[in-house]
């Protein structure tokens, strides 16, 4: 069921460089502002969600890429800061600091928690 309030925005040619208006910054241009303790014209902002919550946002969206979806929402980048791991070969569903994880079914998928 689409819900009538949630309305796709047009579509654009390059959204990763468009401007919503003059002077606006483009998304590059957000992060580079931020990283450098400038103040950018708006928060940037990242996007998180399940496989199955991508799936049905793609579809609502008519968007056939999780890229173009992430550029029709104006969703800035995703962003990953995070050191990569170099110790010894750590066990399945198990992280560097010792944590398990599982995988739990909630219905119409699975997570890791």
Not at 5 to 17: A, G, S
Not at 30 to 49: G, H, M
Not at 68 to 83: A, F
Request: glycine share 6%; charged share 35%; with cysteine.
């Amino acid at each position: 069921m689409k819900t009538p309030y949630l309305q796709p925005p047009r579509p654009v040619n390059n959204p990763r460089e468009m401007r919503a208006k003059p002077g606006a910054m483009t998304s590059r241009e957000r992060w580079l502002a931020l990283f450098a303790r400038q103040k950018p014209d708006r928060v940037p902002t990242d996007y998180w969600a399940t496989p199955e919550l991508d799936r049905k946002l793609m579809r609502h969206l008519g968007c056939r890429t999780r890229r173009r979806m992430l550029d029709t929402l104006g969703v800035d980048y995703e962003v990953h800061l995070e050191p990569r791991y170099a110790g010894p070969r750590l066990p399945r569903m198990q992280d560097e600091f010792g944590r398990r994880f599982r995988s739990v079914d909630y219905g119409t998928g699975t997570e890791r928690e």
